[in-house]
């Protein structure tokens, strides 16, 4: 049981390229998350799914797309880095949202940088 | 739209002292989860502690116990017996009982740091 993985774990992109951040869990979980830790900000979400072919934004999505084909997988990807995109990003899945259901399992993040 | 506020950017605790990390937070609902997360050097989140907001009692887990003021909107942690393996950032962070999704609103960290 891996748990949450994320690839890559560091990755260096010029202004205007595109990427994509990969993550996955193995543990059937519904709800998966992406956040953006900045220095001195907390982590802030940018999207969420529900299940397999919902997504929807979260506090920070511009520059960023999502998309969930199947329960495991949740890419989340970057259309046009930004150096305003350099930051840690972390994949996160729970269960449910009742109990310790909503507890939320991370990944060990990529760290983004733009130049 | 809820908030969370950690005043504290740093604290410091010798071993095996007792130390409390302050956080607040705003919200119009009336029942809700909060947590503590560890994030040590290597950057892994880790779960601390959870508080569903309709429960009276605080939660403990072994060294980590809370004190949940509801009606202060106040969850601080409290570390007993600190060890050098706490040195840590702690992000206190909430999610709201209804909804369609279980989004985390996180305060921006309490970079705590353990001395012998």
């Known amino acids: 049981n891996a748990g949450v993985t994320q690839t890559p774990k560091f990755q260096v992109l010029k202004t205007g390229q595109s990427m994509t951040l990969q993550c996955a869990q193995d543990?059937?979980?519904?709800?998966m998350s992406w956040y953006r830790q900045d220095p001195g900000m907390g982590l802030r979400l940018i999207h969420y799914?529900?299940?397999?072919?919902?997504?929807d934004q979260g506090e920070v999505p511009n520059g960023y797309n999502v998309s969930r084909s199947t329960t495991e997988d949740f890419p989340l990807r970057l259309l046009s880095a930004a150096p305003s995109q350099t930051s840690v990003y972390f994949c996160?899945?729970?269960?449910?949202?009742?109990?310790?259901?909503?507890?939320?399992?991370f990944g060990p993040g990529t760290r983004l940088t733009v130049l | 739209a809820q908030t969370v506020t950690q005043s504290q950017p740093e604290m410091s605790v010798q071993e095996a002292e007792t130390v409390t990390l302050s956080c607040t937070y705003d919200?119009?609902?009336?029942?809700?989860?909060l947590f503590w997360y560890k994030q040590p050097p290597s950057r892994q989140m880790i779960l601390v502690i959870r508080?569903?907001?309709?429960?009276?009692q605080n939660a403990t887990e072994n060294r980590f116990s809370v004190n949940f003021q509801k009606a202060a909107k106040s969850f601080s942690l409290k570390i007993s017996d600190s060890q050098l393996g706490d040195t840590a950032m702690y992000f206190c962070?909430?999610?709201?009982?209804?909804?369609?999704?279980?989004?985390?609103?996180f305060g921006t960290g309490t970079r705590l740091q353990v001395t012998l």
């Open positions: 996160a899945s729970s269960r449910g949202l009742r109990g310790s259901y909503n507890e939320q399992f």
């Open positions: 543990m059937n979980h519904e709800y």
């Open positions: 799914s529900v299940g397999a072919g919902i997504t």
């Open positions: 919200t119009s609902e009336s029942n809700y989860y």
């Open positions: 508080q569903e907001a309709y429960k009276q």
């Open positions: 962070a909430f999610t709201g009982y209804t909804g369609t999704a279980s989004k985390l609103t």
